[in-house]
């Protein structure tokens, strides 16, 4: 069996934004440095996502020096410095349902989304991920906890998977919707060397410094469908993860990941799968 690769890794410091791709980085309790603390809400307090506002797709957040400052850019916007919030006030957010709690970030990130979206929204942040919010727990095990992710600290995929996706798209009732690149997924891991699927089975691996369990398969919802360049939606790969990865009530592609032990994981590094 050939050796498992990291090929890429993917950190979104703001959730439904694009982020970057680091050579390195750390791996913390809740997920890798920086991944998803930060969010944007609407009046009611409600997290915004690409299910409600595709154009988020478009716009991108990357680190900006020291002390947690990240850098906005989007069509049509001036770049923008956010700086991580100090200390002050929980605001309550709602996300999916459950509230967490949260910092408001400052009224310059509000404006600008605010401004880019076309309607009122707030940005907040997740001062401290080890109190906030726990993993599912019909899945977790007791203490764990992660960021504002949609409900697990990481999310890795495999090349071979999204080739065997690929080629059914092509064979499907939208083939011109094909070949999808791995950002419809938004992964924070990217393996290459797997066989189709393998990650379904993978119960634990190490990756450089770090162990993880696989906490279960990603069921796959709308964002999927949202071309992360234009903002466009189409029916693809819903539709054949319908027809061929269905695993209970999940549209499956991915493995959620929770870690065990901490560490760093880099691109290049090998993936050994423990059980």
Request: hydrophobic share 40%.
């Amino acid at each position: 069996m050939s050796k498992l690769h990291v090929q890429a890794l993917h950190v979104h410091p703001v959730k439904s934004v694009a982020g970057f791709a680091p050579d390195a980085v750390a791996v913390e309790p809740w997920g890798l440095s920086g991944d998803r603390r930060w969010a944007l809400i609407d009046p009611e307090g409600t997290v915004l996502t690409q299910r409600r506002h595709a154009r988020l797709a478009l716009a991108a957040a990357r680190p900006a020096g020291e002390g947690g400052r990240i850098a906005l850019t989007a069509p049509g916007m001036p770049e923008l410095v956010v700086e991580e919030p100090e200390p002050g006030p929980l605001e309550p957010v709602t996300l999916f349902g459950k509230k967490v709690e949260t910092v408001v970030a400052a009224r310059s990130a509000a404006d600008w989304f605010s401004a880019y979206l076309g309607e009122p929204v707030r940005m907040v942040h997740m001062d401290d991920p080890a109190v906030r919010r726990p993993v599912d727990p019909d899945y977790a095990l007791p203490g764990e906890t992660v960021s504002l992710a949609d409900g697990y600290p990481l999310l890795i995929a495999t090349l071979a998977s999204l080739d065997a996706l690929n080629a059914l798209i092509g064979r499907g009732d939208h083939p011109e919707e094909g070949p999808l690149p791995m950002n419809r997924f938004r992964p924070n891991v990217v393996v290459s060397g797997a066989e189709p699927w393998a990650e379904d089975d993978w119960r634990r691996l190490a990756i450089g410094d770090a162990v993880f369990r696989g906490a279960r398969e990603c069921g796959r919802c709308v964002v999927t469908t949202t071309d992360q360049a234009t903002a466009e939606r189409g029916k693809e790969p819903l539709k054949t993860l319908a027809r061929h990865r269905r695993i209970g009530k999940s549209l499956a592609f991915g493995r959620l990941l929770v870690p065990l032990r901490l560490g760093t994981v880099r691109v290049g590094d090998e993936v050994r799968v423990l059980d």
